[in-house]
């Protein structure tokens, strides 16, 4: 048995620090039934409990939507993309981001329906065979988010299940417990680790990061596409798609920041996700993030050199208005930290890090509500200007939703290797085959 192997299924079946996670899991439980009261109540009342008003029809509820979305972009980056690209430093990293991506597309996923007013009647964007002949609308903007959450959700949990399926196999085989051999082999699928089935492993897997990494940009850029094809002065630029897939990978790589360095202290990690990995997060960081401020650069450059006046007045209204909080609140914490990463000794602290991710994360938020209100508040019409502001049941929520992030990524952390054992052993025979060789 390896170091590496032994160390990390040794977590889910003997797991560290139970009582921590236990306490963990309470808080989560309780944001958990906090969404479900909210969501209870918005089906009774109906979406009139939330603070949508004409003109902002579109409050955080779509904010928190793109935010959540935007969140679960890096885990694809890093795992499909590095994958692809042989490299074998993301081996550390791209279990726990990946289930990260899923129960953030998850999140995300539900505001759309929530959204409805008839959450209940949600597969009726699906195109299928009904009696009376009907169809989705396809121009219309709920029915592009239905194909792109749901394609992004399902390969995002096929590439996930398919690569940590033969950890699950050394679980299984370590296990001593009747109920989880019985609990892994039925995940493991009957995995025996013979040459055939690492032959088809392989090819299955990199297949789905082939497919996926194209949906990363394909998503967002039909996020962005929401706003960009109205004719609504702020949204109506082509500059959208890239802003929105760079700014999604800029959060994204901004939270998987914070969880690789809570991981690692909670589980004793240091060997595994060790200095180097924090190092690579914070250029990874740093890199979107410069990319996102260009995007910011590129907009206001776009505005003025336009010089459309209804454009211009959006502008002033984003810096001087009554949101401008929300464009200078995205500005602050989103640049002014990152520039710290400059530093490889700040990249490289795990308090610094996970401070400046956090920001980013808050940032990227502030973001999100500025594009919305500050576009919306002050339509063409004079007669149709008016304030928007979040009702208590849209917070609660929001706060609500973290526990259906937190809950589900809380059991995979109990129950399930957080770090790909088998790829982490294969580097490392890697690295001393070179080594003897070299």
């Not at 939330?50 to 969140?71: K, M």
């Not at 973290?402 to 952390?413: R, S």
Request: proline letters at 5%.
């Amino acid at each position: 048995m390896t170091d590496a192997t032994a160390k990390i299924t040794r977590i889910p079946l003997a797991y560290p620090q139970q009582r921590n996670w236990a306490l963990l899991f309470g808080g989560a439980c309780a944001l958990l039934l906090l969404f479900l009261v909210s969501a209870g109540v918005l089906f009774w009342w109906g979406v009139g409990v939330w603070g949508n008003d004409i003109p902002v029809n579109w409050g955080i509820a779509i904010s928190n939507y793109i935010w959540w979305l935007g969140i679960g972009h890096a885990g694809t980056l890093i795992s499909a993309m590095l994958l692809l690209l042989n490299a074998h430093w993301r081996n550390s990293l791209n279990r726990f981001a990946e289930a990260m991506t899923l129960f953030a597309v998850v999140c995300a996923g539900l505001y759309p329906i929530l959204h409805l007013g008839r959450p209940w009647l949600f597969y009726w964007m699906a195109p299928y065979p009904n009696t009376m002949g009907l169809w989705p609308q396809f121009k219309s903007p709920l029915t592009w988010d239905f194909f792109a959450v749901l394609t992004y959700l399902t390969v995002s949990v096929l590439f996930w299940y398919i690569g940590i399926v033969p950890d699950l196999a050394a679980v299984r085989d370590r296990a001593k417990a009747r109920w989880a051999q019985v609990f892994y082999g039925v995940a493991a699928l009957g995995w025996r680790g013979q040459a055939t089935h690492w032959m088809r492993w392989r090819q299955a897997y990199r297949l789905t990061a082939a497919i996926a990494v194209p949906l990363v940009v394909s998503v967002h850029s039909e996020i962005s596409l929401l706003f960009a094809a109205g004719p609504i002065p702020g949204w109506n630029s082509t500059v959208f798609p890239p802003y929105f897939v760079l700014g999604a990978a800029f959060s994204g790589f901004a939270v998987v920041s914070m969880i690789a360095v809570a991981l690692r202290h909670a589980l004793g990690l240091e060997r595994l996700v060790t200095a180097r990995h924090l190092d690579l997060l914070g250029k990874l960081l740093l890199a979107t993030g410069l990319m996102t401020a260009y995007g910011y650069l590129a907009e206001v450059f776009d505005t003025l050199y336009g010089g459309d006046p209804q454009e211009l007045q959006t502008l002033a209204d984003r810096l001087t208005g009554a949101y401008a909080w929300s464009y200078w609140g995205a500005v602050l914490c989103n640049f002014l930290p990152l520039q710290l990463l400059w530093s490889r000794r700040v990249r490289r602290h795990p308090a610094l890090l996970f401070a400046i991710g956090l920001s980013v994360a808050i940032g990227m938020w502030f973001e999100r509500f500025m594009l919305l209100v500050t576009t919306l508040y002050r339509d063409y019409l004079v007669s149709s200007w008016g304030d928007y502001a979040p009702s208590f049941w849209e917070w609660s929520l929001f706060a609500g939703m973290f526990g259906v992030f937190l809950v589900p990524f809380l059991l995979f952390v109990r129950f399930l290797p957080v770090i790909s054992a088998f790829e982490v052993e294969e580097t490392r025979h890697e690295e001393r085959q070179e080594a003897r060789h070299g």
